[in-house]
């Protein structure tokens, strides 16, 4: 037999002890993204305990599943402000679910049910549309699991949609993001943990630019440079301004406070801190969504991905 050992010692380190190498980075598909919107709008409002959104929550497994993604459905009872208790439900689409080190993607995909922000009173008890605040990030995270297919990075991912986020009243922050509340206390599968995690909302608008939320960069510095070290190196920093933003309680704040891990939230907000014009109106529609953000944002995701 031939004495092969004094070769190996020749060999990288990395070469001997190291797991799978990650496959090439790819690229996420922008056009894609866009006929999701496109799909999800056509469900119509999704408001928490709809027909709509259990159609919608049927639609986003049928795609986790075609892409490869092992999906698991949470269940909670939630009350929100205003209405009766209604079940709320949580989907994970889980990609490498044996690996130990992880990360995860989060969006809320329920809808609001009025449209509190139309100046006509007549329309403001109507449900949104919600294409961009709520479409535009489960559209994003289907869009990634499309792209983590056929290639990997060397964590897992977890793609988390979430439900009953945006059922709350305003000054009334706890009424707000109950699905995520449920699930940060009681994640699925149990003892969920991950190394980080960055959360999306509102990721689709024309001319969005995402500065650093007021949370994100207290407490989620380390997940903050991450994306904007993956942004240079694209080539994206526009979208990504370094400069501070309000503090928004969104799904990322219950995520951190639950799971103990940081939690980025990738969110439009205007120059002075404002949500769109379209934010909680009826022209909350595919009208303003950019494939250009899109990618932008996914992309950069990617980009995170495989530098860890």
């Known amino acids: 037999m031939r004495r092969l050992w004094p070769l190996l010692l020749l060999l990288p380190a990395c070469e001997l002890h190291c797991g799978p190498k990650a496959g090439p980075l790819p690229t996420f598909d922008a056009n894609h993204a866009y006929d999701l919107i496109l799909a999800?709008?056509?469900?119509?409002?999704?408001?928490?305990?709809?027909?709509?959104?259990?159609?919608?929550?049927?639609?986003?497994?049928?795609?986790?599943?075609?892409?490869?993604?092992?999906?698991?459905?949470?269940?909670?009872k939630v009350r929100p402000p205003v209405?009766?208790?209604?079940?709320?439900?949580?989907?994970?689409g889980q990609f490498d679910p044996d690996k130990k080190e992880r990360v995860l993607l989060s969006a809320h995909y329920d809808t609001r049910p009025f449209a509190d922000?139309?100046?006509?009173?007549?329309?403001?008890?109507?449900?949104?549309?919600?294409?961009?605040?709520?479409?535009?990030?489960?559209?994003?995270?289907?869009?990634?699991?499309?792209?983590?297919?056929?290639?990997?990075?060397?964590?897992?991912?977890?793609?988390?949609?979430?439900?009953?986020?945006?059922?709350?009243?305003?000054?009334?922050?706890?009424?707000?993001?109950?699905?995520?509340?449920?699930?940060a206390k009681n994640p699925v599968p149990a003892g969920y943990r991950a190394r980080f995690g960055i959360n999306f909302?509102?990721?689709?608008?024309?001319?969005?630019?995402?500065?650093?939320?007021?949370?994100?960069?207290?407490?989620?510095?380390?997940?903050?440079?991450?994306?904007?070290?993956?942004?240079?190196?694209?080539?994206?920093?526009?979208?990504f301004p370094r400069q501070s933003a309000p503090f928004i309680i969104d799904d990322h704040v219950y995520l951190m406070d639950g799971l103990g891990i940081p939690v980025m939230d990738i969110i439009h907000l205007t120059p002075?801190?404002?949500?769109?014009?379209?934010w909680h109106t009826l022209q909350d529609t595919s009208e303003f969504i950019s494939r250009d953000v899109l990618k932008a944002v996914g992309q950069t995701t990617l980009r995170v991905l495989w530098n860890e």
């Open 40 to 76: 999800y709008e056509k469900l119509g409002p999704k408001p928490v305990g709809s027909e709509a959104l259990a159609r919608a929550m049927t639609w986003i497994r049928q795609e986790l599943e075609t892409s490869g993604a092992k999906v698991l459905v949470q269940e909670v």
């Open 83 to 92: 209405g009766p208790e209604v079940m709320a439900r949580n989907v994970i």
């Open 272 to 278: 002075e801190g404002r949500f769109p014009p379209e």
């Open 201 to 239: 909302d509102m990721v689709g608008r024309i001319g969005a630019t995402f500065p650093i939320e007021g949370h994100s960069g207290a407490r989620a510095a380390s997940v903050v440079a991450k994306v904007h070290a993956a942004a240079q190196a694209l080539d994206l920093s526009d979208y």
């Open 117 to 183: 922000e139309e100046r006509d009173p007549k329309k403001q008890k109507q449900a949104v549309p919600g294409v961009n605040d709520g479409g535009s990030g489960t559209a994003l995270l289907l869009g990634l699991a499309r792209a983590l297919k056929h290639s990997r990075p060397n964590v897992g991912v977890d793609l988390l949609f979430l439900d009953a986020e945006d059922a709350g009243l305003p000054h009334q922050a706890g009424s707000y993001c109950l699905g995520t509340q449920a699930w």
